[in-house]
């Protein structure tokens, strides 16, 4: 490292380091260099990103510096900014994240509005009949489906992951958004936790539909770092998809709604899986930002 920064060098303010960081992660292939650098300085300094250039002439003191240096370098090492800072933003909703957890993606958020597509808004009633249940599985932060409470606060909410640590995180973010009496999170993998005869009228998820043999071809910031229970879908990459679409008919209304997300190259393998069930309405396909068929809706049908 040339010319880095230093503890003994009075020079570095906010805007030079600002400048310095910014080629040096370039240099490194960071995507984003200059947001990144913001990002993290103003992490470093415990400021608001645009309070830096409030103050952009100020220098930094030797442990403002070390602390620095040391997110630039979790950086280089490929771990994403989301896990450094602990939280990311999904829906409005700033989410602590940790590496228990995928970090929640822009395109999940076409999950949200597939659901909210479905739910009425609020009545002032919590007993109105358009009151839905709605269970999320594999809910991870809980981006999803506080998402949803956040939207409209009068359903009823159920989710759950099989790993403790992200329910945990999940009630914690629950917290910081005043949704722990909206939303009810449990600990289980897929349908175990669910009593037979319990019904919803949505279920959804965003389980792991990942190859196994592609994850190493992820980017570093995927494959090192987020969990690959998380990401890794077996072999073909369906096999969770398959054991939600063979189950979730049991525990849907009869018109009830599942919704998935799924890789952009799956649309086809989907349909087959669900055509093979007699239980299911034709499925219907919506397309995320960047035009790749990211959701389906597979509707049940009248029982
Ligand atoms: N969309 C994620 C990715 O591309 C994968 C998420 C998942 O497997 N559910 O890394």
């Known amino acids: 490292m040339q010319n880095q920064p230093t503890s003994n060098n009075h020079e570095w ?12 992660l370039k240099s490194h292939h960071i995507d984003s260099p200059r947001s990144t650098a913001e990002i ?9 990103r645009i309070d830096l250039y409030l103050q952009y002439d100020q220098p930094l003191s030797k442990n403002e510096l070390s602390r620095f240096k040391a997110l630039i370098k979790r ?12 939280v990311k933003e999904f829906w409005s909703l700033e989410l602590a994240v940790t590496k ?19 739910l009425p808004e609020d009545s002032n009633s919590c007993h109105s009949h358009t009151q839905k249940s709605i269970l999320e599985l594999g809910a991870g ?12 606060k009068n359903h009823l909410y159920f989710a759950s992951d099989r790993s403790i640590k992200a329910v945990e995180l999940a009630w914690q973010n629950a917290g910081r958004h005043d949704l722990n009496g909206t939303v009810n999170l449990f600990c ?21 539909y990942i190859p196994t043999k592609v994850i190493p071809e ?24 398959k054991h939600i679409i063979f189950r979730a008919h049991e525990y849907l209304n009869s018109q009830g709604s599942l919704l998935l997300e799924i890789g952009h190259d799956q649309k086809n393998e989907v349909k087959k899986i669900v055509e093979t069930y007699e239980n299911y309405q034709e499925p219907c396909f919506t397309k995320d930002y960047s035009g790749k068929n990211r959701i389906v809706h597979i509707r049940k049908k009248d029982t």
């Open 141 to 152: 932060s809980g981006a999803v489906v506080l998402a949803l409470a956040s939207e409209r």
């Open 13 to 24: 303010t906010i805007l030079k380091l600002l400048n310095w960081t910014t080629s040096y």
């Open 75 to 86: 950086r280089v090492k490929r771990e994403p900014v989301a896990y450094i800072v602990g």
């Open 218 to 241: 992820l980017q570093p910031e995927i494959h090192i770092y987020e969990p690959v229970a998380a990401l890794d879908g077996a072999d073909d990459g369906l096999s969770s998809l």
């Open 188 to 208: 289980a993998d897929w349908f175990t936790a669910v009593k037979t005869g319990c019904r919803f009228d949505i279920i959804l998820s965003n389980p792991p």
């Open 40 to 48: 993290l300085l103003a992490h470093a300094l415990d400021l608001k």
């Open 100 to 118: 228990d957890v995928l970090i929640p993606r822009p395109e999940t958020e076409c999950l949200v509005e597939a659901a909210l597509r479905l």
